[in-house]
């Protein structure tokens, strides 16, 4: 419906649809098999495996080991400082063991990519264990005063590491995202013997281990931590077959370290194609091995970044002033440096791109695969977006209102998804009493949790007769106003390395074409002003269904689907303004304060 009345009113919004009504419980799940712990020595402040007869790290100097060993040798810090938001950097760790090197990238990472927040690209780090130390064991070995600067990581990291490792993720290998969602951390049980032939199976695509499918990327491992016990006493992870698959796996310009100096793991690599070199080592060992995989130079006009080479593009143009088309224009000024970029739109202006409100909440998949951290990450990074664009919002109004989100728990489908998103075990009986009970989410305290239906009517305010999952960080935010502190954002950006950024509305694309002679697009378009034709190496379509007005036929693939937003006056007397939002197959905000279009 259209709301009506003075020019800025209060409102509740709906979306509506189908949805049926079930009762749920709690199941019982038994604990998968947790895989068996090694047995420890303790030598005052260091483990020491009996079994592989070798220590985890440096009695003194363990964080100092870390960084010479492994992120000096694979130059990760000017890695990640070169690295753009779009861009990813995979480090896969051969031997977790306390997880010191996992929490030293991460340190890395925060301070090398801070400097610069609009170009921080995504860190995967996969880690292989075997024999994964039991919480206890791993806490005291960090507990110790020589690993103070990475202490916060610490805490964060094992908060994640008890739960996982009790079960409640449902198998042994898991996926977790940290910094926002720009770090995405993968553990994998298991033996390298096993997995990395595995894996090279799977390239392009992704792993799958224990029902645990890890966003492995399709170009493959940037840096390698060979940090497995010294090979006389583990010779099957420092097997020459081994050492092929990680060259199988990488991708140019990728590199290796490891404590390791054996002139046999220096011969494998050397064979399997890596360029080996021996420097020196750490405290007291003399000598250790670095690797690289020999990347071509690359051509004429390109530039090298993170492992692989890309023709510099100079124009772009974007077809669509919403959300999407204000985003990716903020995104394209901030990471690629155009000479100039376009936003071309038939509306009026962008105030009229999009919907009046929407809500930003997760999305909960049923199979814990890479869709599934993607909707995780996204969720981070929106939120991650919302800091930036804070000094490009002039509106009085809060850019994003942190209200949190209310889920019902009332179908099969969105148990099964809860289930799997965010490790519980419920089932269709009686959730009511499982709500009561289990007030938290497993996954993460801070994001999530389960509610009875009387408590979430509390939040709510107003009766609900569903228990309900509480999603604490979500809320929701006004579209157009965002998409003005996009438009300022990249107009900021585009002026501040010499480049332009211009948007263009009340024009209409009619027609598009690939020049294969010049490589570029050729996007004629009609305003008040006339037809006019613009070419551009990069051509994003933001316009939804409207695209299929002028796709070429063999581009022309697009379903057209629609949703139904409604306005109504709020307060409504027979139904009290929510608090919070609520949703399912539909949606419904709080009361908010939007300015009225003239019809």
Known sequence: MRAFGPSTLRHVTLRLSH????????????TPNIPSTPTIIWNDTTPFSKHYDDTYFHKHHALDESSHVFLDA?????RVRELRTDDTLTVVELGFGTGRNFCN????????????????GTLYYHAIEKHPLDPASMERALSYPQFDPIRHHISTFLDVYKRRYNGEAGHPSWTHTFSHGRIAFTLIIGDVVDILPKMQQKLPGHYRHHDC???????????W????????SNPDMWRPAMLASCYALSRAGASLSTFSAATH??????????????????ARKRDMLTARMPSASPPSGTRLHAGYSVAKPHRAIIVGGGLAGCASSWK????????SITLVDQAHDHSTCSPPAAIVAPVLHARPDRLAVHYQVAMQRLLGAMEELQPHHQSSTPLYNATGALQLLRSPKIIRRVNSGLQFHLHLDDLDHAARSAQTCSLCDQYAGLLSAESASRLYGADIVHPCVHFKQ???????????????????????YGGSFSAQYQTKVVGLRYDAATRLWQVSMSSAGGMVTQEAEIIVLANAHDSSSFLPEWLNVLHCTRGQLSLVPAPVPSCPSPHTILFDSFYVTPPISIPMLPH
């Open 474 to 496: 979500a809320g929701w935010l006004n579209p157009r106003s965002l998409n003005a502190s996009y438009i300022r954002a990249a107009q900021h950006q585009a002026k501040s």
């Open 19 to 30: 949805a049926a009504s079930m009762r749920i419980a709690i199941r019982r799940c038994s």
């Open 265 to 282: 793991v220096k011969r494998a690599l050397q064979d399997a194609g890596f360029e080996v070199h021996k420097v020196p080592g750490f």
């Open 74 to 78: 694979n130059h990760v810090p000017l």
């Open 332 to 339: 394209m000024a901030a990471l690629h440096h155009l000479d």
């Open 105 to 120: 990238t991460w340190l890395a990472y925060e301070k090398n990519a801070s400097n610069q927040p609009d170009r921080m």
């Open 213 to 223: 499918q890890s966003p492995f990327p399709h170009n493959g491992v940037d840096v």
């Open 225 to 232: 931590y060979l940090d497995g016990f010294k090979p006389s």
